[in-house]
């Protein structure tokens, strides 16, 4: 039985129900410490209305390199539910060290649990999780001081204190003694919540050995039977049911936490369409990976899928079925620590006009990931999925890049398996660019950190907002009709390293860009204009 969350979502802070109160506009909506008071926003019992102008700008680019900027504006109606539903996550890889932290982490939390390390008595918390740590700035106060609200609490989210967990894995282990398999949290934490997660055990997974690295073979005991691809879409979609209705959920949600695979290929008549991909399971095809037969089930029957691994889960087939039954999907791959360093650091360099020549990453590892990624073909898709972080920033400046010039920065990436370090992964980076007159920059970057410890708190954040999105409708100006958000949910891109996108656009890589973007849509649900630093009230006399 998976663990039961809480019934009270967590309350607002003392100061933002003062602020509310004081001001005379009555409370906000439940789970929210956030009351937009404006004629472009509207509570109403169970949704908030807001009226939003997006402004953008159409550029057409002339022969001779000259700019013509056409100014653009469209006017929505959004429709977002306070009606916050019991949410599920079920987890593929549910024992493996993402899983069983975030499980851990979560039962830690909903106990108050305090636990002794060499530092001190620790308590629990959700440090690294943007929907729980973080803040947004919602404007100034009457001194021009910049004001800022929780994230979580802009509007009514789900806790992850209410989420109940479920999932499947390879390996028989109960979660319990996978936390201590993993070797993740302190052991003094572990004994404080160990017994709870004894009693929850995953279900059992899909092995097709050609995927992942023959040195998993050994922990896949706990299988489902045969290799009938199309009965394992089926029996997953049944378990998915039963999870739902045993716990009273209104919403389940599937993550993909497992094994890295290899790259499956895209072959006409095979994976390239949604018909193909289906008639290819029902044929078994050898080609159709174990995530894109989870992929495949939880579309077919209306669930989000979300892919935290690097392999090419959505192949196009599978894009396309998403887009045709209008379930959110979204990945891939985790982006926790590296990466998003790196993305920001390329983002600077650029902006500063310093031009990039090469970046060299290097990652050990100790941890089952790292035993995984020692395969070839498994460390490919890993190696894809890191490598094209800096492409949009590159693109962004054909001053520093262009024919003429050079185009392309060389992009290295080494991971090594090294059991000795277990989960704390070091990662080393090194930075050289030009400067002004030939001149060179060298920026080395060592980072060691407990790559579990940052990758489940991701988890949480890609639920939270995949499940607020679908709360939300629009409504363009002169249509009556309500629609949703585009099947391939590219706004959780900033927790992934490889967003995918939709089919003819390009993906978003910049840290800033897809941390703009969360904030400036969640203002638009509440009738605000995007943010800015302009600060005309100071800079103007």
């Not at 050898?286 to 037969?293: D, F, K, L, M, Q």
């Not at 060389?410 to 980076?429: E, L, Q």
Request: hydrophobic fraction near 40%; charged fraction near 20%; proline fraction near 4%.
């Amino acid at each position: 039985m998976a663990p039961h969350g809480l019934t009270e979502a967590a309350p607002a802070s003392a100061s933002a129900s003062a602020s509310a109160s004081s001001s005379g506009v009555g409370s906000a909506p439940r789970g929210s410490c956030v009351k937009v008071v404006s004629d472009t926003c509207s509570y109403e019992p169970d949704h908030i209305l807001s009226s939003y102008t997006y402004e953008n700008a159409h550029v057409e680019t002339t022969d001779d390199g000259e700019f013509v900027v056409h100014p653009t504006k469209s006017a929505f109606t959004f429709k977002t539910s306070t009606e916050v539903p019991k949410t599920g996550l079920m987890i593929v890889g549910w024992g493996g060290n993402n899983g069983s932290t975030l499980t851990a982490t979560i039962a830690a939390n909903k106990n108050n649990v305090t636990w002794s390390t060499r530092r001190g008595v620790q308590k629990s918390n959700y440090y690294g999780s943007v929907t729980q740590s973080s803040t947004v700035k919602l404007g100034i106060d009457s001194k021009g001081r910049d004001v800022y609200a929780p994230f979580g609490r802009v509007l009514p989210m789900v806790h992850p204190n209410d989420l109940v967990l479920g999932g499947w894995d390879i390996n028989d282990a109960n979660i319990g003694d996978a936390m201590e398999r993993s070797k993740v949290l302190d052991y003094d934490l572990q004994q404080k919540v160990k017994e709870e997660l004894k009693a929850y055990k995953p279900l059992p997974s899909i092995y097709y050995p050609d995927f992942i690295a023959a040195n998993q073979g050994e922990r896949a005991n706990n299988l489902k039977q045969g290799m009938d691809k199309w009965q394992h879409v089926l029996e997953i979609q049944k378990d998915i049911r039963e999870f739902k209705e045993k716990n009273g959920l209104d919403k389940v949600f599937v993550m993909w936490s497992a094994n890295t695979e290899r790259y499956a290929e895209i072959i006409p008549g095979v994976n390239d369409t949604a018909d193909n991909l289906l008639k290819s399971i029902k044929e078994s095809h050898s080609e159709v990976a174990p995530s894109t037969i989870f992929a495949v089930a939880c579309i077919l029957m209306g669930v989000v899928f979300i892919n935290g691994a690097p392999q090419n889960t959505f192949v196009p087939g599978a894009l396309e079925l998403a887009e045709r039954e209008k379930v959110f999907i979204g990945g891939d791959d985790f982006k926790s620590g590296q990466t998003k360093i790196k993305s920001v650091l390329a983002q600077f360099l650029v902006d500063a006009g310093i031009k990039p020549l090469s970046i060299v990453s290097y990652n050990h590892l100790g941890n089952n990931d790292g035993y995984n990624l020692s395969a070839p073909q498994q460390f490919r898709s890993k190696e894809i999925s890191k490598s094209s972080v800096v492409d949009d920033v590159i693109a962004s400046n054909k001053i520093l890049f262009n024919k003429e010039v050079g185009d392309k920065v060389d992009h290295c990436i080494v991971i090594k398996y090294v059991p000795a370090v277990g989960d704390n992964k070091v990662a080393m980076d090194e930075y050289h660019s030009e400067l002004m007159m030939g001149g060179r920059n060298n920026i080395a970057i060592h980072t060691v950190c407990e790559d579990s410890i940052l990758a489940a708190p991701l988890i949480i954040d890609l639920v939270v907002v995949a499940e607020l999105f679908g709360r939300v409708q629009f409504k363009r100006e002169g249509s009556d009709e309500w629609e949703g958000f585009h099947s391939v949910l590219s706004i959780l891109s900033y927790w992934l390293k490889a967003p995918i996108h939709r089919r003819g656009e390009e993906p978003i890589n910049g840290l800033n860009k897809q941390r703009m973007a969360l904030e400036n849509l969640f203002r638009a649900f509440l009738g605000m204009g995007p943010n800015n630093e302009m600060r005309l009230e100071s800079r103007m006399a």
